[in-house]
């Protein structure tokens, strides 16, 4: 599970959209899903990665996520931009005005 | 206004039930992501940076209140109490969540509304003049057409699967409100020399990351031939246009590889081919379509309102914000969504509900939403301005900025698209607060400053007479000038400038552009008019001034 701009380099998280909400979550240490990144589980040790990649086909495969991916960490933040923004949401929304 | 016949409702009602299986059979998992991807887009679902997003067809942009009303009550019972009109006239909303769509399409189609054609590589949502019916400069009203293009394309079986999305645009005016020179298709209405209506067909327009001014192919196409021709245009599209390259599939690309004058052959010896009696409708028809566009039963001898005891206020909101209808005593009303403080294109529920009451009392029950996303009331009478005006206070929608530099086009950008590079809303908020005054709006004139937050050009920053493209490199956002583009009959791509600033570099540089065009201009120039004069290179000089 890999996008054209990961590198697989440095720490890995995965991340995906739940099926019915839609909304971002990063995978935890318990191999489970989380809203918040800072619960994501980060690491470099092959077997975990792969037992990440494992979790994360089955949690697509259970209808739970969907869009499953890896992507890269550079001190603990995402290291895409995109990434990055994903972990906090839109910078402005009219709901918080309604 | 038209209205679904018994077959358009059966036709939505049936397509809801079939989504609403198709989303029971994904939540279970029968159906894949993979499977279930292009029927959810096929219905206006994406999935977008931080969660699903539907996007709600308004045909030709051209509302009842009551459908707008109902867009209120989605926004309030499944989403976050606003929704984002488009520049295809749409509605999207940003937080609907999977399980309760089919409820949103149910709902939907009561009021004859759907989601269908706002997504996928089919004909999409058909654009229009948001003036139509109104304009005092249009030759016909463009809707009927809009509305039977629309019923042919919607569920055409040749064109579902084209090489790409395909945008058609149309308008019954000279002045180019609807940008059909942008479009795949741009129609515009016309009139011959023997003084007949038919139309002068545009082919090859497009925004995107290969802009594009779309070029004749037909200067006069009589009416009958309306159907017949663009299906002939449409299988020359759907035979040669490229499948092999997403980025080169468009019929802009196509078109240019092949000349517009072979292209031109191969549509006219298709159109020579085809059986046009199998394809044209009856006048019967065309005049029943029509016929749900007939002009309002507007009154004679409404005495326009008397505006010198009136608040500066108002008088400004009028100056700016209401234009010359068609009939005598009435006003076309333009509704800026253009609040500096809020992403353009924003409407709450409560303002949809207030617009549609002002429209209920003022207008005949009608709407617009414009591609330049604003709303429009088309048939207020004069005397009853100041009501409406009222009613806009109340409803904090009485931003007097139409087609001034606060009424900027802006994309979602990296706020919810999953496609952007860079975000766009709080560089538009950023101007509009640095441009906020009145005063100067209006000594700056008309100005159209159009923001993308990728490359993809949702907010048409090609045609913006300033544009600005959203870029991000080693996770830093930087903006890219554009300067001469021109949406409207002398339409333009504008011409690129250098180096990209940070916004808050960007925003001064606007400024100091804006202000080297106010000190340069001659009389009544617009910001356009002085850059066709002085040419890129001086105005460039005054962008990159402090750089």
């Known amino acids: 599970m890999s996008t054209l701009k990961h590198k697989g380099k440095g720490p890995q998280a995965m991340t995906a959209n739940e099926l019915v909400s839609g909304l971002n979550v990063w995978m935890t240490a318990d191999f489970g899903w989380s809203r918040d990144y800072t619960d994501a589980l980060l690491t470099e040790d092959e077997d975990q990665i792969a037992a990440m990649d494992e979790a994360a086909k089955a949690e697509e495969h259970a209808n739970t996520v969907v869009g499953a991916y890896f992507i890269d960490t550079i001190d603990g933040k995402p290291a895409r931009y995109r990434e990055r923004f994903r972990t906090h949401g839109p910078s402005y929304d009219t709901a918080e005005l309604v | ?547």
């Open chain 2, 1 to 547: 206004m038209y209205r679904y016949d018994e077959f358009d409702a059966e036709f939505v009602n049936s397509r809801v039930a079939q989504f609403r299986g198709q989303v029971e059979r994904r939540l279970d998992g029968r159906l894949s992501e993979a499977e279930f991807r292009p029927l959810r887009l096929m219905n206006g679902l994406y999935l977008q940076l931080h969660a699903y997003m539907l996007r709600v067809a308004v045909p030709y942009g051209t509302l009842r209140t009551d459908q707008l009303r109902m867009l209120a009550h989605l926004a309030d019972k499944y989403d976050k109490g606003y929704g984002h009109v488009t520049t295809r006239q749409n509605m999207q909303f940003n937080w609907p969540i999977l399980s309760d769509v089919p409820d949103m399409l149910t709902d939907l189609a009561t009021v004859d509304m759907h989601a269908i054609q706002t997504s996928g590589n089919c004909i999409r949502n058909v654009t229009c003049d948001p003036y139509a019916g109104a304009a005092a400069d249009e030759i016909e009203d463009p809707r009927p057409m809009a509305e039977l293009i629309r019923q042919w394309s919607m569920l055409h079986p040749e064109f579902t699967f084209l090489p790409r999305k395909f945008k058609i645009a149309v308008t019954g005016s000279a002045q180019d409100r609807a940008m059909i020179k942008g479009h795949d298709i741009g129609i515009q209405i016309v009139r011959n020399d023997a003084g007949e209506v038919g139309y002068h067909i545009i082919v090859g327009g497009g925004l995107g990351r290969t802009p594009v001014i779309g070029q004749t192919l037909r200067a006069f196409l009589p009416k009958d031939d309306l159907l017949p021709y663009l299906e002939a245009t449409m299988r020359v599209y759907n035979r040669f246009g490229r499948r092999d390259n997403k980025y080169k599939a468009r019929i802009k690309i196509l078109v240019r590889e092949t000349g517009i004058e072979e292209f031109t052959r191969l549509v006219e010896d298709e159109f020579a081919a085809l059986d046009a009696s199998e394809i044209a409708v009856s006048a019967d028809e065309c005049a029943r379509i029509a016929s749900y566009f007939a002009s309002p039963a507007f009154e004679a001898g409404i005495n326009p309102l008397d505006m010198t005891n009136q608040p500066e206020a108002f008088r400004k909101w009028a100056d700016t914000n209401v234009v010359a209808h068609t009939a005598s005593g009435y006003a076309i009303v333009n509704i800026s969504l253009k609040d500096p403080d809020r992403a353009p294109g924003d409407v709450t529920a409560d303002q949809m509900r207030a617009v549609a009451d002002l429209a209920d009392a003022y207008s005949f029950g009608e709407l617009r939403f414009t591609h330049q996303q604003n709303m429009v009331l088309p048939h207020v009478r004069q005397d009853a301005l100041r009501a409406v005006w009222d009613g806009l206070v109340a409803a904090e929608l009485e931003d007097a900025n139409i087609n001034l530099i606060g009424d900027i086009i802006c994309c979602p950008g990296m706020d919810f698209c999953a496609l952007a590079t860079a975000r766009s809303i709080p560089v538009a908020q950023a101007i509009a607060e640095r441009f906020n005054d009145h005063d100067r709006q209006q000594a700056i004139g008309e100005m159209q400053i159009k923001i993308s937050g990728c490359i993809n050009a949702c907010g048409h920053h090609h045609v913006g007479h300033i544009g600005i493209l959203g870029l991000e490199k080693a996770g830093v956002e930087f903006y890219q000038v554009t300067l001469g583009g021109d949406a409207t009959q002398t339409a333009a791509i504008g011409d690129k400038m250098g180096a990209g600033f940070s916004q808050d570099e960007l925003i001064d540089g606007i400024e100091r552009i804006v202000d080297f065009y106010m000190g340069e201009r001659a009389g009544s120039e617009r910001f356009l008019d002085t850059y066709r004069r002085l040419g890129t290179d001086a105005f460039k000089e005054a962008l990159y001034a402090n750089a």
